[in-house]
């Protein structure tokens, strides 16, 4: 906010002369300070107070309308940017975030140094923060809030944690001002009571977030996206801006990532590329393959095609420090060995093809041609989007459904309305008027009599008489009258529904 | 003697280049000079060359075509007007069918991918499954893809061509757009040529137009036969096989006017109809005979007053 406010200058040494801001929700009907700076809370504001009673506190007071969805897009966003640090990341409320660090914090050469280079590197993007590394969840939270503590060793838990006002064990509103009012103020207070009488009286959720802050109880946290099975990672000294040179990358890594699918004997099917620009903005980009892949070059050029496809949205800015590739999705891949016929394995062109084709237009580009058990024609026959790549290659046994003589070998989605004349109410046209152009019919095949599904549409709808038709050219069309004549409706329409060959 | 021999190849193996260019049979002088190499070597090139070539089994066309339908290349199919889309659609999807019962023999299960651009799809309608496998066509092995603007199309055309396992690659196109000209064509046709696969350019409603193919065909409708009964007479006003009228608009050979099939999508394989009966059943084709004298080697007919293209503006 300090950025829009002021533009440029909220990096430079001190305040510049502008009046506190805080922002002000409506709560319980009325406005009040939902937050506000530190100069604000140096006035003495108070978080809950009346926005009148602020302003005659501090007229010069600079109240902004609280904006709850902002506020989660921009903690998404610094999510999005902690995935630097570990790719577990969870959100906590509206204010805070989860980093489970397990495993991570010697790249970063020690936990202290971890929770270093987090501060300063968001102090560096204008935003104030604290950090607090700890066993467990529960700690880290009332310390970051309520104490100063940068790294917590174990065993070191309770005594940083008594002398913490009750309120950083993450309890309602109400339960704490009961606490407060027997005098139990701080946590040290609770930790040596005994726990029947306090959990009788203020609930068990007391002593479980008890328990969680001391780490005897176990928080599963839920990181917001799931975890990589694989991924490689590149951090770089100097940030990248060229297109060629972020591919260049992507196959370095690709074939790290190689490496380890090869030993679990996997191939991914969908990849992510994860790029995080210098200021902070993360971009994901993700690539369907469309069976499963293991090969550097293939995977390299899936994110060829998607580059170009997102071109226009990818802003490299002043370029991407961090580029990351991760599996997110695999399955299994039996190493195929070659011949001795040296006839290379046909589906592997094909599924480059389906690739790329995909990674450029999207995953319903590629269809393939389906046949349905329906009476209608329209139902009879579609296309869907093309998963499967062995099943267009390989002798799969057929499965021979009945399928309908005479249909034509195109049809129109939407039958397009016709001016027909017929000779008898009942009988094929003689002639019709389609597209503006009138069409005499020399020949006539029908009717073929096609009844609605009444168990998908319901009842009501009107039989449709199909007629084939060749006009006196030679074309040949199908044409259908909706309705029977007489029985469901007394003036039917027509409908050019397809062409034949 | 050494030297003359020496320059005798260079020559010859100039003229196949120019041949090759030209889309052209090779001269005869080259010929006779590559029958003289060992046997082994002649007989899997003429092998080869017969490999390249599909016979469609109607003798006027297979003339016409100097053999058949070219099997890497490209050939060009238009219709001119919409309304005949359904007409050209089905003689594009005979030789699908064909192209792709032949890869059936020598033991590929080969699919056929249909590139299609949006608007024209949407103008003369979707391919509809049903109807295709009732064609022929091995609607397992059937892939279709409709794209929005030409130049996707052509995009996707190309990516197609380097994919070896296809049976044939349709691209329908709608109209003569700027950025199919002569030099796309030919970057197609090139890219057909080396991928060894049959590229059919569907054109849909399109004027003739100067273009890298082998052979342009135009397509109408034309009469269909009536239905044969079991005792062998016709069944009066009944429609049978599909029927077509091919105009060759382009060729190496001389162009013989016009050439009437029908497709029996039960034998698979087009058959031809006596033209006299065909010209009887709709009096207009009679005079569709063209009144100029067929060309050889180039388009048949002169081109209209601003139709001239692939040619750079003088001012």
Not at chain 1, 293 to 300: C, E, S, T, Y
Not at chain 1, 374 to 384: I, M, T, W
Not at chain 2, 70 to 90: F, H, K, Q, S, V
Not at chain 2, 157 to 162: I, K, P
Request: with cysteine.
């Amino acid at each position: 906010m300090a950025r829009i406010r002021w533009g440029t200058s909220w990096l430079t040494q001190g305040r510049p002369d502008h009046p506190p801001v805080v922002f002000a929700a409506k709560i319980d009907n009325a406005m009040r300070l939902v937050a506000l700076d530190t100069f604000a809370e140096r006035l003495g504001l108070k978080r809950g107070q009346g926005a009148a009673d602020a302003r005659a506190m501090c007229p010069s007071l600079d109240v902004i309308i609280d904006d709850p969805a902002a506020d989660r897009a921009f903690l998404e966003g610094l999510a999005d940017w902690c995935d630097r640090y570990t790719p577990l990341v969870a959100l906590d409320g509206k204010d805070g975030l989860f980093l489970d660090i397990t495993g991570c914090a010697h790249l970063f050469g020690g936990e202290k140094a971890l929770v270093d280079d987090v501060l300063s590197r968001l102090f560096l993007l204008g935003i104030e923060a604290r950090a607090v590394i700890s066993s467990s969840a529960g700690l880290s939270w009332a310390v970051a809030r309520y104490g100063s503590a940068a790294v917590i060793a174990p065993e070191d838990a309770e005594r940083v944690l008594a002398p913490l006002p009750v309120a950083a064990l993450r309890l309602p509103v109400e339960t704490v001002a009961l606490l407060e009012r027997v005098g139990l103020k701080e946590i040290g207070d609770l930790l040596q009571a005994p726990r029947a009488p306090l959990a009788r009286r203020f609930g068990s959720l007391l002593l479980l977030r008890l328990d969680q802050a001391r780490g005897h109880a176990d928080e599963p946290l839920s990181p917001r996206l799931p975890v990589p099975s694989f991924s490689a990672e590149r951090r770089l000294a100097e940030p990248l801006q060229d297109e060629e040179h972020i591919l260049e990358l992507a196959r370095h890594l690709s074939g790290d990532v190689r490496l380890s699918l090869e030993r679990h004997g996997e191939g991914g099917r969908l990849f992510e590329l994860l790029l995080i620009r210098v200021d902070g903005r993360v971009f994901r980009i993700q690539a369907h393959a469309a069976v499963p892949l293991n090969d550097a070059d293939r995977i390299a050029a899936l994110f060829r095609e998607r580059l170009q496809a997102v071109h226009n949205d990818l802003d490299a800015g002043y370029g991407f420090e961090i580029i990351r590739l991760s599996v997110l999705r695999s399955e299994r891949l039996d190493p195929a060995q070659e011949d001795f016929s040296g006839v290379p394995d046909e589906s592997q062109p094909l599924a480059a093809f389906a690739d790329k084709l995909c990674a450029r237009f999207g995953p319903d580009c590629l269809t393939f041609a389906t046949l349905a058990e329906s009476h209608l024609p329209e139902r009879a026959g579609g296309f869907a989007p093309l998963t499967d790549v062995a099943t267009v290659i390989g002798s799969r046994p057929v499965d021979e459904k009945a399928c309908p003589e005479n249909r034509p070998l195109r049809i129109f989605t939407h039958p397009e309305l016709v001016e027909a004349t017929a000779e008898v109410p009942d009988g094929a046209p003689r002639s019709f008027n389609w597209r503006k152009t009138q069409y005499r019919i020399a020949r006539a095949e029908g009717p073929e009599r096609i009844a609605a599904e009444w168990w998908i549409d319901g009842e009501g709808h009107p039989t449709r008489d199909y007629f084939r038709v060749e006009d006196q050219e030679g074309r040949r069309f199908w044409l259908f009258r909706e309705g029977l004549y007489g029985r469901e409706t007394s003036s039917p329409r027509w409908f050019m529904h397809g062409v034949f060959a | 003697m050494a030297e003359k021999a020496v320059q005798r190849e260079t020559v010859l193996s100039l003229r196949e280049t120019i041949a090759q260019i030209e889309n052209r049979r090779l001269p005869g002088v080259v010929r006779a000079a590559k029958a003289a190499d060992p046997a082994g070597f002649r007989r899997q090139r003429e092998e080869a060359s017969r490999n390249k070539i599909l016979p469609l089994g109607v003798p006027p066309l297979d003339d016409v075509l100097e053999g058949g339908l070219p099997l890497a290349g490209m050939t060009e199919i238009r219709n001119a007007e919409t309304r005949d889309a359904g007409a050209a659609a089905g003689f594009v999807t005979a030789l699908a069918v064909l192209c792709q019962r032949r890869k059936k023999e020598k033991g590929h299960l080969a699919p056929v991918l249909w590139i299609s651009q949006g608007l024209a799809s949407r103008e003369a309608g979707f391919p509809y499954a049903p109807g295709l496998k009732s064609y022929g066509l091995d609607i397992e092995r059937f892939l279709f893809v409709s794209i929005r603007t030409v130049k996707d199309a052509l995009w996707v055309a190309e990516t197609a061509l380097s994919v070896p396992v296809f049976a044939a690659v349709i691209l329908e196109i709608r109209g003569n757009p700027a950025c199919l000209a002569l030099s796309e064509s030919r970057r197609l046709h090139v890219r057909a040529r080396a991928g060894c696969l049959p590229l059919l350019l569907f054109r849909q409603a399109g004027e003739e137009e100067a273009s890298s193919a082998f052979f342009r065909l135009q397509i109408k409708p034309a009469s269909a036969g009536e239905r044969p009964l079991p005792d062998g007479s016709m069944l009066c006003g009944s429609i049978g096989h599909p029927a077509f009228h091919v105009l060759v608009e382009k060729s190496r050979a001389y162009a013989s006017a016009d050439i009437f099939l029908e497709w029996n999508a039960h034998d698979r394989r087009f058959y031809p109809i006596d033209q006299s009966v065909a010209s009887q059943a709709d009096g207009q084709s009679a005079n569709s005979v063209d009144p100029f004298s067929a060309s050889v080697g180039r388009s048949n007919g002169a081109d209209s007053l601003g139709n001239l293209l692939a040619y750079a503006r003088a001012s």
